[in-house]
C-alpha cells in the first residue's frame, strides 16, 4: 500500500531547509545533499509499505 508519509512519492521534503536545499540560503543542506529532498525513510524509497509492518507499528 502507498506509504503515507511521502504519500507514494518515494521521496520527502526535506524539513530542515524546507525543501530548498539550502539553509539560510546560504549553506547547503547537509541533511540532503543540496537536494531540498530525500529518500523517505519509512517506505526506504520504494513510496509503498507493507501492511504488516503498518499493522505493527500501530
Ligand atoms: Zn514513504
Ligand atoms: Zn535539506
Not at 543542506?29 to 501492511?51: D, M, N, R
Request: proline share 2%; hydrophobic share 20%; aromatic share 6%.
Amino acid at each position: 500500500m502507498k506509504c503515507k508519509d511521502c504519500n507514494g512519492e518515494s521521496l520527502v521534503k526535506c524539513k530542515k531547509c524546507s525543501g530548498e536545499g539550502f539553509d539560510y540560503g546560504i549553506h547547503q543542506c547537509a541533511s540532503c545533499s543540496g537536494e531540498g529532498e530525500y529518500a523517505c525513510p519509512t517506505c526506504g524509497g520504494t513510496g509503498k509499505v507493507k501492511l504488516f509492518k503498518k499493522l505493527k507499528s500501530s
